[in-house]
């Protein structure tokens, strides 16, 4: 049988990216002359992609800006975060060592990302993670993006998998929609960044630590 392949969303399930993504936000805000907004506010959206943290920091403080200067701001956002994208990011706890032990496993780990995918390569090769994964694959990466079912199955086949044998981990509704579309399991993680808790949306394992990986895993590659 081909091996097991395990994909990561990144924001939220790899990687806490919310401390410099909610920098980038407030920098850009700021040029237009908006206070730094609290991290709570936006946090939630991380998994919305960044133009709608800068339409929330907008919206909470009652401005309405053109189309064309929204653009700009989000033009700058991705030109400052690209230059601060690793400041205080940093890879969950115990994640490291789970992808040591799936890959010992014989599994194929792939990236399954609505962030940029020169971004995503960026950000995982300054944490000294990017060799990890045989396929790495960003919103831009296909012509479609999740929640369609073809960015998952287009990330499994990137990196030389089969999506019957494949399982999803991610921490939002978008990432459990995507592997309900694409019929593949799906593990949620607690910890990331959603609107909507995870428990609530009933993935098929849930986990609030990577301790717990292990055990969620075993539990969904009996069913594939």
């Known amino acids: 049988m081909p091996p097991i392949t395990v994909v990561f969303d990144l924001d ?23 206070a730094p907004v609290p991290a709570h506010e936006i946090r939630p959206l991380v998994s919305f992609g960044s133009r709608r943290m800068i339409e929330r920091g907008l919206e909470l403080h ?5 189309e064309a200067e929204l653009d700009r701001l989000w033009r700058e956002f991705l030109d400052y975060y690209a230059e601060n994208i690793a400041v205080d ?3 969950y706890p115990m994640i490291e060592a789970t992808l040591d032990r799936l890959q010992a496993a014989g599994m194929r780990l792939a990236v399954c990302t609505n962030k940029m995918e020169g971004l995503s390569r ?8 990017a060799d990890r994964f045989a396929s790495i694959c960003g ?3 296909f ?3 999740k929640p369609h079912p073809d960015h998952l199955t287009g990330a499994i086949t990137r990196a030389g998998g089969d999506a019957a044998r494949a399982i999803m981990v991610g921490d939002s509704d978008t990432d ?9 399991p799906f593990i949620g993680v607690t910890f990331g960044y959603t609107d909507v808790p995870m ?4 993935p098929d394992a849930l986990i609030e630590h990577y301790s717990e990986f292990s055990a969620a895993l075993e539990q969904l590659v009996q069913r594939t």
Not at 13 to 30: C, E, K, M, S, Y
Not at 122 to 129: D, K
């Open 12 to 34: 939220g399930t790899l990687i806490d990216t919310a401390p410099d993504l909610i920098r980038a936000t407030n920098h850009v805000l700021g040029r237009v002359g908006i």
């Open 143 to 145: 012509p479609v993006y």
């Open 62 to 66: 009652e401005r309405v800006l053109p």
């Open 122 to 129: 960026t950000l995982l090769t300054s944490l000294g993670m």
């Open 176 to 184: 459990l929609h995507t592997a309900r579309a694409a019929r593949i």
């Open 199 to 202: 428990r609530d949306l009933r």
């Open 139 to 141: 919103r831009d990466t």
């Open 89 to 91: 990011s940093r890879p």
